[in-house]
């Protein structure tokens, strides 16, 4: 259980993400490629020297106006999210190519930097203890708080919830900006564990990350994107890549299972919701 909360601790973070944005009715696109950015950005900087809190925190403020400007452009314009956020994640992966050269970095990397990602307080991983931690916080701020409630609210409806004085923009901008937060911050984590960063390794978060956030919405509230949804969701599907990984199943095959999960959980939201 020890090892398997810390394989899907990235996956669940990063899913927590998609289920914000996806609460408001809209996707995020570019998770994957904010990861790798956030990964490599991170990494980049603690190779240069600068305190341990600054290559956390710069990665993580640059990752929040990306997330601000998707919200923004799809808000501003009313252009599709999938458009905006798939552009967006094509400009960042072009940007952490030239950041990188399309190498890894791993040369240099500070043993401060690898702290967090590779440290057990007695035998439980720190990033199990973070994963759990963003779970409750996000769970009390969808369940517990007006912001929440107004994320679901547009989701649910946004004529009726501008009719009601919700701010629609702000709250839509404020769920992509915390998405690509979330996004970053497990680029930084994954880099941080590995002990390097290549520009690449976000990229394989993106499907499992919402195939995790579509089955906790058919396992726990019914076509409704939900924090312990999404936890759940996460760790059936690291269950069973662990699984697959141990059968010794091809690599490959384990992405034909996941895409072939998520067409089965989209399906199954339907039903339910068609049902209702």
Do not use: H
């Not at 601790?9 to 790798?36: K, P, R, W, Y």
């Not at 990033?127 to 969808?142: G, K, R």
């Not at 409806?157 to 937060?181: D, H, M, P, Q, Y």
């Not at 979330?182 to 960063?197: D, N, Q």
């Amino acid at each position: 259980m020890i090892n398997i909360s810390r394989q899907i601790s990235f996956l669940v973070i990063i899913a927590l993400g998609a289920t914000l944005v996806m609460s408001v009715g809209e996707f995020d696109l570019s998770i994957g490629s904010v990861a790798s950015f956030g990964g490599v950005l991170a990494a980049k900087l603690a190779v240069s020297g600068l305190p341990i809190w600054c290559t956390f925190l710069i990665p993580l403020a640059i990752s929040f106006l990306i997330g601000y400007v998707n919200g923004w452009l799809v808000t501003r314009f009313r252009v599709l999210s999938f458009v905006t956020t798939l552009a967006m994640g094509t400009v960042l992966g072009g940007i952490t190519f030239w950041l990188t050269g399309g190498a890894t970095v791993f040369e240099n990397i500070p043993d401060s930097f690898r702290y967090i990602g590779q440290t057990e307080w007695g035998s439980i991983p720190l990033l199990s203890i973070i994963m759990v931690l963003l779970t409750i916080i996000f769970w009390y701020i969808m369940s517990q708080t007006s912001f929440g409630r107004r994320l679901y609210a547009i989701g649910g409806n946004e004529s009726a919830s501008r009719i009601a004085g919700v701010n629609v923009k702000w709250n839509k901008n404020t769920a992509f900006a915390l998405c690509t937060v979330l996004a970053c911050l497990t680029g930084i984590l994954m880099a941080s564990r590995l002990g390097s960063a290549q520009p690449t390794s976000g990229n394989g978060l993106f499907l499992p990350a919402y195939a995790a956030a579509f089955l906790g919405m058919t396992s726990f509230k019914e076509g409704i994107p939900n924090i312990w949804g999404t936890f759940v969701g996460a760790a059936i599907i690291g269950v069973l890549a662990n699984g697959l990984t141990i059968l010794e199943v091809p690599t490959f095959m384990q992405d034909v299972i996941t895409g072939l999960i998520v067409i089965a959980a989209v399906i199954l939201q339907r039903l339910g919701r068609d049902s209702r």
